[in-house]
C-alpha cells in the first residue's frame, strides 16, 4: 500500500503573495487609470512684468532641457496634463482650462535670489 501524503500549507506564504497582488493592482490603477498623482510643470516668466524663479543656465550642466532661466512653477493632477500643448501649460494654466496651482515666491526666496521680478530684478542684469 502506498504511503500517505501528508500535505502541509503554509498560509503565510499565500496571505504574502495575496497582499503583493492587491499593491501592485492598486498601485497600477491609481497611477494608470485613475492618474491619481501631482505634476510640477515650469512655464516661462517675463521678470519686468512678474515675480518670477530664477536658476543661472550658463553652464548647461545646470540647466533643465527646457532651458528657462527665468520660470513660473504650476502643480496640476496628472489627469490634467494632457490638456497642455506640446508639454507647455502656460496657456492651460493661466486661462483657467485646466486647475493649476501657482507656487509663489517667498520671501526668503527673493532674498536669496531665487526669484526676482519688477522691483528686484535689478541685481541680475
Same mark, same amino acid.
Given at each position: 500500500m502506498p504511503e500517505e501524503v501528508k500535505r502541509e500549507?503554509?498560509?503565510f506564504l499565500y496571505i504574502l503573495l495575496g497582499s503583493c497582488l492587491i $499593491? #501592485?493592482?492598486?498601485?497600477?490603477?491609481?497611477?494608470?487609470?485613475?492618474?491619481?498623482?501631482?505634476? #510640477?510643470? @515650469? $512655464?516661462?516668466?517675463? %521678470? @519686468?512684468t512678474e515675480t518670477?524663479?530664477?536658476?543661472d543656465c550658463t553652464n548647461p550642466d545646470d540647466c %533643465? %532641457?527646457?532651458n528657462l532661466s527665468y520660470y513660473n512653477e504650476y502643480t496640476l493632477k496628472a489627469?490634467?496634463?494632457k490638456s497642455c500643448l506640446n508639454e507647455d501649460c502656460t496657456l492651460a !494654466?493661466?486661462? =483657467?482650462?485646466?486647475?493649476c496651482v501657482k507656487t509663489e515666491c517667498t @520671501?526668503?526666496?527673493?532674498?536669496? =535670489?531665487? !526669484?526676482? =521680478?519688477?522691483?528686484?530684478d535689478?541685481?541680475?542684469?
Open positions: 500549507h503554509n498560509y $499593491a #501592485i493592482i492598486s498601485s497600477f490603477y491609481f497611477f494608470y487609470f485613475k492618474k491619481d498623482y501631482n505634476f #510640477i510643470v @515650469e $512655464a516661462s516668466c517675463n %521678470p @519686468e518670477c524663479f530664477y536658476r %533643465p %532641457p527646457n489627469r490634467d496634463f !494654466c493661466t486661462t =483657467g482650462v485646466i486647475n @520671501e526668503s526666496d527673493i532674498s536669496d =535670489g531665487t !526669484c526676482v =521680478g519688477p522691483s528686484n535689478d541685481s541680475k542684469n
